[in-house]
């Protein structure tokens, strides 16, 4: 669930909560009244049913308050708790929600907030694990710790939806073309992409970028890179836009070397197998 506009988003957030407990009090005030009321004018098995339904729809809306977590999720009553101030993350919420209106806006723009990005997945303990494995791999840098996070990723991606889950995959894709220069393994990871189309256009364009490298076409990757600076560019606003083209420029810089090395690296080979290098050290076979 995510709002469309930044305006009151604690306000809106807590009446969002509420709405589920206060719905099954209601419920179950409204089953006792009518079953005592039908009681009192029928002879029929269902007021005891409507009884029954309203202690337990009672029960649900009361247990709701409590502070208590179901599974990885932290419940209504940590949430309120949270959000009201009595505990630590209600910033956490509430800047979450913040970047899901960025996103729905421009899903380019969430990573022009690295302060947002950083109250949302990196304090506090109300999102599940997946959130703040994702944060610290974004911000590792150090490819072994990048790599421990990405997989703790994967190993607690069955909560996300299929479009989450891509994003996800076109994330190990870039990591094992980039960091692992393993083209094979990255061109499998890419296959399992069930929407290519609907991923954002950086994520996408940094994918194939990767790709590319890996595989040794340059070109098509500084191509790829440009493309993503000339969205960086047009599109980018917020705290973070000048670092984030940044690093860009700095990735689109590594790529060239990349390049230049392999280039000489084939020259080299080449010069050591020419006809002169041949004739001086006799036949090869």
């Known amino acids: 669930m995510s709002f469309a506009e930044f305006s009151r988003i604690r306000r809106r957030e807590i009446a969002g909560i509420l709405g589920g407990p206060l719905s099954s009090l209601a419920f179950g005030l409204a089953a006792l009244i009518g079953g005592e009321v039908m009681r009192s004018h029928y002879d029929s098995p269902w007021p005891t049913f409507f009884e029954f339904f309203g202690i337990f729809s009672f029960f649900i809306g009361s247990i709701a308050f409590l502070p208590r977590y179901s599974g990885r999720y932290a419940g209504d009553g940590i949430l309120l708790r949270a959000l009201i101030g009595n505990i630590s993350g209600g910033k956490q919420i509430i800047a979450g929600h913040a970047l899901g209106v960025l996103y729905n806006k421009n899903p380019e723009c ?10 949302a997945y990196a304090e506090g303990s109300l999102l599940p694990p997946y959130y703040h494995n994702w944060y610290a791999y974004s911000v590792a840098s150090d490819p072994m710790a990048a790599s421990q ?9 069955g909560l996300l939806d299929p479009h989450e889950r891509d994003a996800l995959i ?6 094992m073309a980039w960091q692992r220069a393993d083209s094979v ?13 609907q991923l954002p256009k950086l994520a996408g364009l940094r994918m194939k970028a990767a790709i590319s490298s890996a595989s040794g076409d340059f070109t098509s990757a500084l191509g790829y890179c440009d493309a993503g600076l000339y969205i960086i560019e047009k599109q980018g606003s917020g705290p973070g836009a000048t670092e984030f083209l940044k690093s860009w420029r700095s ?28 004739s001086a050290t006799g036949p090869v076979l």
């Open 110 to 119: 969430p990573v022009f907030h690295p302060r947002w990005l950083r109250l």
């Open 149 to 157: 996070h990405l997989e703790q990723c994967l190993a607690n991606s």
């Open 170 to 175: 076109a994330e190990v894709v870039l990591f």
């Open 185 to 197: 393994k990255a061109q499998k990871w890419f296959a399992l992409i069930r929407k290519l189309d």
């Open 251 to 278: 990735w689109r810089s590594e790529i060239e070397k990349r390049d230049v090395t392999t280039r000489d690296r084939v020259e080299a080979i080449a010069q050591d197998r020419s006809p002169d290098t041949l």
